[in-house]
């Protein structure tokens, strides 16, 4: 058991700079599977070498998407390594082979969690959602169903649910991204609005708006070059000749 700090300086360098040069990498699953279960992260940041081992030397871990679905937690949008974690993430959502109510409970959990996080958050994980929608359509009916759960108290949909596949995530639908159309930045607005329409077949290119953070919002809102702005709607005919003037109804000026 390896001190905290020296966990993390580990697993950061893991993955480039040492299970390549070596020989025999699965000498390095005992480390990584313990790595993997202590949580918080210490657990992303093994899985890095975890895909790894798991796509290129056939590692066999029991339970795998049980564990990555329990990293899932409100913490998930606002830690270091974000962009690494999504960007795996990705990666081990992306087999068309995985069954409809694996990949159902992590959009339900994502998009639960999605109702508190940062809008520079949501910009990446929108377009996420949506692109585990094209790879796996059995989980559109999570969009299309209008007799769904309208809020909270009403959704079959049990977060607290460690096994994915007693979640009940399939009989839910996606209230939370409807709620999204509703958010205070337009664009995040603007992105939850798209599940309104049907979804292209190409999948969106998420790999730039991993690391988006709240400075690259603010300082693109900054630099927007303002337009004039009307500050009357109706066309001015006089002091007091506005429609359904009150003053011009009740006193004549002439």
Known sequence: QLPTGLYKKVLVILHDSVLPYMNEPTLMMDF??????????ISLLALNGLFILIHQHNLEY????KKLYSL???????VKYRARFFHLTDLFLSSSHLPAYLVAAFIKRLSRLALTAPPEALLMIIPFICNLFRRHPACRVLVHRPGGPADMS?????????EPSESRALESSLWEIQSLQNHYHPDVAKAAAVLNQSLSEMEDDISGLLELSAYELFDKEVKKKA?????????VRGLFGKKNDIFADHFSLD
């Open 62 to 65: 029991p339970d795998f998407y």
């Open 227 to 235: 337009v004039d702005v009307p500050l009357e709607f109706e066309q």
């Open 154 to 162: 009403e959704d079959p949909y049990v977060m607290e649910e460690e």
């Open 32 to 41: 990584l599977t313990v790595a993997y279960g202590i949580g918080g992260a």
């Open 72 to 78: 899932l937690d409100p913490s998930i949008y606002h």
